[in-house]
């Protein structure tokens, strides 16, 4: 990382960020080009273990069957920042980054779990569902081997716009 001033070494301060977030933003190995996919997700309360669904047919199934390691990306931004006095201008952010191997959840139970974790992070931790829903959906297990948070906060003259 080039401004250590802005590393988030913290474990319970990256899992915080990681808690606000609401994309993730995995990048899988394709041909010519990474495919970069932004989809929903959950995670375990360490942040170690992500949650992704989808429906039964994608591109990523068939790119993940051939290379199951990804990098991932997730940011909150907490708006522009204004400096009218001296002419610039910057962004406040938190963002987490790493990247994982990703496997797939095929055990009922632990598809269920999954969704569980996937509407926690959106809603409160008992929101129902139907659990039909687990029947005809594909879910995705990110386990993270690295991961660094980065945060820029600044306030300039009181001209905060968010």
């Given at each position: 990382?080039r401004r250590n001033?802005?590393?988030?070494?913290?474990?319970?301060?990256?899992?915080?960020?990681?808690?606000?977030?609401?994309?993730?933003?995995?990048?899988?190995?394709?041909?010519?080009?990474?495919?970069?996919?932004?989809v929903?997700?959950g995670?375990?309360?360490?942040g170690m273990?992500?949650?992704?669904?989808?429906?039964?047919d994608?591109?990523?199934?068939g790119l993940?069957?051939?290379?199951?390691?990804?990098?991932?990306?997730?940011?909150?931004?907490n708006?522009?920042?204004?400096?009218?006095?001296?002419h610039?201008?910057?962004?406040?952010?938190?963002?987490?980054?790493?990247w994982?191997?990703?496997?797939?959840?095929?055990d009922?139970?632990?598809?269920l779990?999954?969704?569980d974790?996937?509407?926690?992070?959106?809603?409160?931790?008992?929101f129902?569902?139907n659990?039909?829903?687990a029947?005809?959906?594909?879910?995705?297990?990110?386990?993270?081997?690295?991961?660094?948070?980065?945060?820029?906060?600044k306030?300039?003259?009181?001209?905060?716009?968010a």
């Amino acid at each position: 990382m080039r401004r250590n001033d802005r590393a988030v070494t913290d474990p319970s301060e990256i899992v915080e960020i990681m808690s606000r977030c609401e994309v993730l933003h995995l990048a899988i190995a394709a041909q010519p080009a990474p495919y970069l996919l932004p989809v929903n997700f959950g995670m375990e309360p360490d942040g170690m273990t992500l949650y992704v669904h989808g429906a039964a047919d994608g591109t990523k199934y068939g790119l993940l069957a051939q290379n199951n390691q990804v990098g991932f990306e997730m940011e909150c931004t907490n708006g522009l920042v204004l400096d009218e006095a001296g002419h610039s201008c910057t962004m406040n952010y938190e963002s987490v980054m790493g990247w994982g191997v990703v496997s797939e959840v095929t055990d009922p139970g632990e598809k269920l779990h999954a969704l569980d974790r996937i509407m926690a992070q959106y809603h409160s931790e008992n929101f129902a569902y139907n659990p039909a829903v687990a029947d005809r959906t594909r879910i995705l297990c990110l386990k993270v081997q690295e991961r660094t948070g980065k945060r820029r906060v600044k306030k300039l003259g009181g001209h905060n716009h968010a």
